[in-house]
């Protein structure tokens, strides 16, 4: 039972073409959900936490909000240097705050100048 | 940088071994997870420690075990290798219901 779903799995896009990437989730009890960054063979980088529904968080060309079922990671005027794979994950509910991460599987961004 | 070491980078061993990954979080963290990525997979849950317990189990298969250590840094022990062992391993920390932050990996390659 997949638990975070992000779509599209791949998207191209021109330089300037603005779109937004989507992340759906079923965990009860959210407590976060989180937007990081992944290149190729590096670690993934943090980019934002969302906790609560309505809220929003930005930086620079990138914008996530949040829903209680989904979560979006909108792209304003990309640039060649915003390809990566973009990951959501969630943080499961037990045991109190410690819960565990999951992920889901990426969207797979290329900006072509 | 993300303040979560993990050592070695690269790692190259041959099939049967048994290898040795270690990670220090970031200072303060309690919680330390290990993913692994196999070539174009996503991130694959193996176990979670927080203070030195376990937290929380994925699919971590039963040749491979972790453990916690009073200084709050993790090994992850993996052996009688096989080639499909062949990963990205990462480990995260985290504290609270914080974001976690990644390390920059060991490539695992068996051969």
Known sequence: ?113 | DSGVTQTPKHLITATGQRVTLRCSPRSGDLSVYWYQQSLDQGLQFLIQYYNGEERAKGNILERFSAQQFPDLHSELNLSSLELGDSALYFCASSTGSAEAFFGQGTRLTVV
């Open chain 1, 1 to 113: 039972e997949d638990q975070v779903t992000q779509s599209p799995e791949a998207l191209r896009l021109q330089e300037g073409e603005s779109s937004s990437l989507n992340c759906s989730y079923t965990v009860s009890g959210l407590r976060g959900l989180f937007w990081y960054r992944q290149d190729p063979g590096k670690g993934p980088e943090f980019l934002f936490t969302l906790y609560s529904a309505g809220e929003e968080k930005e930086k620079e060309r990138l914008k996530a909000t949040l829903t209680k079922k989904e979560s979006f990671l909108h792209i304003t005027a990309p640039k060649p240097e915003d390809s990566a794979t973009y990951l959501c994950a969630v943080r499961e509910n037990y045991g109190g705050s410690q819960g565990n991460l999951i992920f889901g599987k990426g969207t797979k961004l290329s900006v072509k100048p």
